[in-house]
């Protein structure tokens, strides 16, 4: 069964959530070991998955933001770490091909690719000394001329799914100018290595390892984009990461709440679901997931009904999502914590496990202080324009 094969979004959202059920049981194993769940994305290729936003113009779904996030949510609640990294190829592969950013032949050739063997593409872009992309460092990385290409040197930080990538987009320096580019680079490029550095407590299935380039050579034609650092537009798509710890803490409140109307001590009359306290912490969850699911999926409805000029105009709501989501993530996770007592603590409970991945996703990007510093500006440029 493919889910490109299925015509509705409802169908496949049931059918996928039939698919990603078994990574729920295999989650605990894989965050215990730090190791990549190779097996969750052999389901995920098999069912199409990685091709559901390719455009329909390459053959693939193309399907909507809106649907986008729903998956991602879906296949969070299952595993997180699996959310998060496919949540890059995801929104990435939608990017690119719908603002055609790269020569058409090139995302032509990526997108075959994925469709005949579930290719997955990420960035490589963060570095030791610039730390987030966003923030606007020049990269260290640097690329030099030759006479048939490019040679490629430097460290990449934080590469997602480098385990298992088909294509690194990797952002570099070009040797004796103050341009910045990126380049594809395939996996089988001579001198790209994995540096198996990832060793956080938070998301330890992503396989987020150092990527070497040590001399490697390019292709004139794998020069993709040309970019200015630290001057991104207006992305969608950066929403998978919201959609992935609400995923997360869904799972965390689905577990307090059937705990919670299970669990019967000897010292009350049925179970502690009935307790005033206990109940106030069921109710401040649900409004928290509520509150979440209405501001993400209304932005993204918004997005994907926009013309571009409006979506240029979405930064702010875009990042106060991804703001509110998270935090609000990390508050439903420490409620449903708080329900189940100590035993969540034990390392066979996975409310321990969310609590960890629900706190990374405070320092995926945007990140919060830059959201504030927009909320405030689009705030007081609003009150001025009244003048």
């Known amino acids: 069964m493919k889910l490109t094969d299925l015509t509705t979004m409802e169908e496949r959202i049931a059918a996928l959530e039939e698919k990603v ?25 098999e069912i199409g998955y990685p091709a559901l936003t390719v455009p329909k113009e390459y053959g693939g779904l193309g399907i909507s933001l809106y649907e986008m996030l729903r998956h991602q949510e879906t296949i969070a609640k299952a595993d997180g770490s699996t959310a998060l990294s496919i949540g890059w190829h995801m929104g990435l592969t939608k990017f690119l091909g719908e603002h ?31 730390g987030s992309p966003t923030r606007g460092g020049k990269p260290e990385t640097v690329a030099s001329k030759t006479k048939d290409g490019w040679i490629i040197n430097g460290r990449k930080t934080f590469t997602t799914l480098a385990p298992i990538l088909s294509y690194f987009v990797v952002s570099a320096s070009i040797d004796g100018s103050d341009q910045v580019a ?3 680079i395939k996996r089988e490029r001579s001198g790209l290595e994995v540096d198996e550095t990832w060793d956080s407590i938070a998301m330890r299935g992503t396989g987020s390892h150092d990527l070497v380039l040590n001399d490697v050579k390019v292709d004139d034609s794998d020069l993709v984009q040309y970019m200015t650092p630290g001057k991104k537009p207006a992305t969608g798509w950066l929403l998978h990461i919201p959609a992935c710890y609400l995923g997360i803490a869904r799972a965390a409140q689905k577990y307090a709440v059937e705990f919670a109307t299970n669990y019967s001590p000897n010292s009350i009359n049925g179970t502690i679901s009935e307790l005033p306290n ?23 409805r918004k997005w994907d009904e926009s013309s571009e000029d409006v979506r240029q105009t979405m930064k702010p709501e875009l990042g106060a999502v991804k703001l509110s989501v998270v935090n ?6 420490d409620l449903a914590m708080r329900i189940a007592g100590a035993r969540s603590l034990s390392r066979q409970n996975p409310l321990q496990r969310y609590y960890r991945d629900v706190r990374a996703g405070i320092h995926n990007p945007p990140m919060d202080d830059m959201t504030v510093m927009q909320l405030a500006s689009t705030s007081i440029a609003r009150q001025r324009d009244k003048k």
């Open 278 to 300: 206990v109940k106030q912490k069921i109710g401040e969850m649900e409004l928290r997931v509520m509150q979440n699911q209405h501001f993400l999926y209304s932005v993204a």
């Open 21 to 45: 059920k078994p990574f729920t049981d295999r989650s605990q194993e894989y965050d215990e070991k730090a190791s990549f769940p190779f097996e969750n994305f052999k389901v995920l290729k």
């Open 182 to 184: 990126n380049f594809l």
């Open 100 to 130: 055609h950013i790269w020569e058409e032949a090139k995302y032509q050739a990526f997108t075959r690719d994925v469709l005949e063997t579930g290719a997955l593409l990420n960035n490589a872009a963060t570095e030791p000394a610039t």
């Open 328 to 333: 609000q993530a990390v508050e439903i996770v």
